[in-house]
């Protein structure tokens, strides 16, 4: 927007100050507006390059002080008195008035028209607007090449700092400061943490802006598929103009492109590493081993642990992120499970410490509220023993809790389930399946002969049952324990 000393120098002697004579301050002006009211107030929204005659000033000290008065209370950017038709100069008492008020004093010579300060500050206003446009064009296309560039998250930090004329960081989802630029402001980017976490809670579609000391300081999250990956902190001089915020805007949706891409390329190998832990948790170590360096994955360790991890229903990519840096080396990687609200990670025992510090982050800390279990170290050929008591421990757990079932000297192996999901299951038939499939041991057609049922109706039973107990009954010593276990209620 044009300034007052900029549309004096356009307009050359068509527009000549008398107070102050030299600098003339520079107030922006938001229109050029004509009036001979002596109150002309009511029609100026302020800002506005008032042009008058000085038909109805008399030349009285007393009006011209409450003229004056009356337009610099009303934030208008100066005042032109037209010479010619009225007043053939200024009349002393009108330059001392706005002396006084601190209201800048012009003068339009005759023959001038009015006419000609508006076009030419409508023309510098025209000129503005398209330079302003061109630098927001500018900025904005720097932040496409930079997000294509390398290093793309620190490129569009820097290149939006310097188009705010201020300060830009990039926050994790926690509102830990990931990016900041310039580096110095980084004390600042952290007082934004306290707003992320309220930004977080009201979900990831919710922004804000807020005053920081002399500056304003917006808050936008990263969000894709209705999942937030982080926040973009802006901070510049107050107020904000639309078109850095727009800057933001771009910024924002190039962030959470990147981040996005990102977790693609995370994604896929994280499928790949969780066929192969899959593998493994079913007894199939060869078939595992083979798959890994088929994939060109880490070498898997001899023996591992089991660690289990429960959070809300879709927490498992929250859970992962925590996880995998704790276990990051040149080679070895993180051969994990995911299903929508559990993990089950396999260890290399010399990752367990570090990994368990993340753990304690993720059930004390974290907003998932996790729970966790540590199996005991076993080798991968035995390792299928373990899934089942362990998924029945993790889920009688409580959320922020960490289990270490190895220091508790429990087997993690062996020990009976609870019939407590199968008496309370609404179907009462299951119950005489699981003794009939024990009495027999495996055997289906005598079971189902027991019944009186078809070994198809028999497996299906078996199959609800199982995965209610979750236990695996053909594993010798979970079945004698169940069989026990059912014998001393009177089950079986």
Known sequence: MPTLDVLVRALGDDLAPVFPENPMPRREVTGVHVSELTDPTPYLSGGELLLTTGMGLTGQTTQARAYATRLAGHGIAGLGLGLGPVHSSVPGTLIEACSDAGLPLLTVPAPTPFLVVARTYWSLLAAAGQEELTAALGAHRDLVRAAAGPAPA???????????????????????????????????????????????????????????????????????????????????????????????????????????????????????????????????????????????????????????????????????????????????????????????????????????????????????????????????????????????????????????????????????PSLEPLLSYRRADLVPAVAAYLRHRGQWERAAADLGVHRNTLRHRMGTAVRLLGADLDDPDVASRTWLAMRERGLA
């Open 154 to 416: 620190s490129a569009v930090v820097r290149i939006l700092a310097a188009a705010v004329e201020g300060w830009a960081a990039r926050l994790g989802p926690a509102g830990e400061v990931l990016e900041v630029w310039p580096r110095g402001r980084r004390a600042s980017a952290r007082e934004v943490a306290d707003e992320a976490a309220r930004l977080r809670a009201a979900g990831p579609h919710s922004s804000a802006t807020f005053p920081l000391g002399d500056e304003d300081v917006v808050l936008h999250p990263l969000a894709g598929r209705g999942r937030l990956s982080g926040f973009v902190a802006t901070g510049c001089p107050r107020p904000m103009r639309a078109a850095d915020r727009q800057l933001v805007l771009t910024a924002c949706a190039l962030l959470a492109l990147q981040s996005e891409q990102q977790r693609r390329g995370t994604a896929a190998s994280r499928a790949s590493r969780a066929c192969v832990a899959r593998l493994l948790l079913s007894g199939r170590a060869d078939a595992a081993r083979s798959l890994a360096a088929e994939l060109d994955l880490c070498t898997l360790p001899r023996r591992v642990r089991v660690l289990g991890l429960a959070g809300p229903a879709g927490a498992a990519d929250d859970i992962l992120d925590a996880l995998e840096p704790a276990v990051a080396a040149p080679h070895r990687q993180l051969i994990a499970l995911a299903e929508p609200d559990e993990v089950w990670a396999l260890l290399d025992p010399a990752d367990v410490p570090t990994a368990l510090e993340a753990v304690r982050r993720l059930t004390t800390e974290h907003p998932v509220r996790a729970k966790a279990l540590l199996g005991a170290e076993t080798g991968l050929s035995e390792l299928h023993h373990q899934p089942a008591a362990l998924r029945r421990a993790l889920a009688a757990q409580s959320a922020g809790t960490l289990r270490d079932m190895s220091a508790e000297g429990e087997d993690t192996r062996t020990a009976a």
